[in-house]
């Protein structure tokens, strides 16, 4: 493999498994493949079967490779740390059970830092103690991810997590050792929190093991910046545009990734109201076909 596209539910609006709003997930596969990928993240956990045997089918019939999966739980708060785990562990058997290597940790949405999205300058920190917790947490998970699963495991910034800011995210990889954890650097996040992904690659090329192409219109991150709107409203106002027509320069990121030697999966996710008006599969295809004409095939 050279570079691969792929697809994730959070295309299709799927943030949470239990979400009644959500899409079957078979018309999530179907869809993806239509639009012309041929592989597809996981989701939140439960939300595809869990049962090896029923996914595993639906993936070969489609002909679609499970790429990886994705922990976007609340890291920030200890007292659900039991449930942090158990999505964890869950995550972790069902990418082994699939041959899917890339798990991305995700900080989930805090009440602290949600009005200070896009606003480093105005953003709340952790304590000492709190920031310990923290970093141990992720070191715990990305520990058993990659010793007792065999799995690459990256830590993904969010907007409105506590690890979102270019400052935060540098202490953090500071913190925990690169052989058990890399970068999952998502495009449209980095826009979101104010700092040049394409820079951010340079930087640290030798440890990003995996990529998300996300695009943010400027005008209504701009807008949904200032009035403090929050992330799933923001979504469904449209911050995150179709590729190639928002703030991120896609052919500058191809060539620097080129160049580096990456090889793996490149995973658009356009995040999406799953009850808005927009057309999912009609996305991704127009994202597809964007991805083609610039030289990712």
């Known amino acids: 493999m050279t570079m691969a596209i792929g697809n994730a539910p959070c295309s299709w609006g799927v943030e949470f498994a239990d979400d009644p709003r959500n899409p079957p997930w078979t018309r999530v596969l179907d869809e993806c493949r239509d639009a012309g990928y041929r592989g597809i993240e996981l989701g939140p956990i439960g939300f595809m079967p869990e049962d090896?045997?029923?996914?595993?089918?639906?993936?070969s019939s489609r002909g679609l490779t499970?790429?990886?999966?994705?922990?976007?739980?609340?890291?920030?708060?200890?007292?659900?740390?039991?449930?942090?785990?158990?999505?964890?562990?869950?995550?972790?058997?069902?990418?082994?059970?699939?041959?899917?290597?890339?798990?991305?940790?995700?900080?989930?949405?805090?009440?602290?830092?949600?009005?200070?999205?896009?606003?480093?300058?105005?953003?709340?920190?952790?304590?000492?103690?709190?920031?310990?917790?923290?970093?141990?947490?992720?070191?715990?998970?990305?520990?058993?991810?990659?010793?007792?699963?065999?799995?690459?495991?990256?830590?993904?910034?969010?907007?409105?997590?506590?690890?979102?800011?270019?400052?935060?995210?540098?202490?953090?990889?500071?913190?925990i050792?690169?052989?058990?954890?890399?970068?999952?650097?998502?495009?449209?996040?980095?826009?979101?929190?104010?700092?040049?992904?394409?820079?951010?690659?340079?930087?640290?090329?030798?440890?990003?093991?995996?990529?998300?192409?996300?695009?943010?219109?400027?005008?209504?991150?701009?807008?949904?910046?200032?009035?403090?709107?929050g992330f799933y409203e923001a979504c469904a106002q449209g911050v995150f545009c179709n590729l190639g027509k928002g703030m991120t320069d896609f052919p500058a990121f191809r060539r620097t990734l080129l160049e580096s030697g990456y090889e793996g999966w490149c995973t658009v996710e356009q995040d999406c109201d799953p009850a808005g008006a927009n057309s999912p599969v009609a996305d991704a295809r127009a994202n597809r076909d964007y991805l083609a004409a610039i030289g990712f095939n």
């Not at 029923?54 to 993936?59: H, N, Q």
Request: proline content about 6%; some cysteine; overall charge neutral.
């Open 66 to 175: 499970l790429i990886g999966g994705v922990v976007f739980r609340p890291f920030h708060d200890p007292s659900k740390w039991e449930q942090v785990k158990d999505a964890a562990v869950r995550t972790c058997r069902s990418l082994r059970a699939h041959g899917a290597r890339q798990l991305v940790l995700i900080d989930s949405i805090s009440p602290r830092r949600a009005p200070t999205a896009g606003r480093p300058a105005e953003a709340e920190q952790m304590s000492a103690g709190e920031w310990k917790g923290f970093v141990e947490r992720f070191r715990e998970i990305a520990k058993m991810g990659a010793q007792e699963f065999g799995l690459t495991v990256s830590i993904h910034p969010h907007a409105a997590g506590f690890l979102d800011f270019e400052p935060e995210v540098e202490r953090l990889l500071a913190e």
């Open 177 to 229: 050792d690169a052989n058990l954890l890399k970068i999952c650097l998502d495009t449209g996040h980095s826009h979101y929190a104010g700092f040049d992904p394409v820079a951010f690659l340079m930087r640290h090329i030798a440890r990003v093991a995996y990529v998300h192409f996300k695009d943010i219109d400027p005008i209504v991150r701009a807008k949904v910046v200032a009035a403090r709107t």
């Open 52 to 59: 090896p045997v029923e996914l595993g089918e639906a993936l």
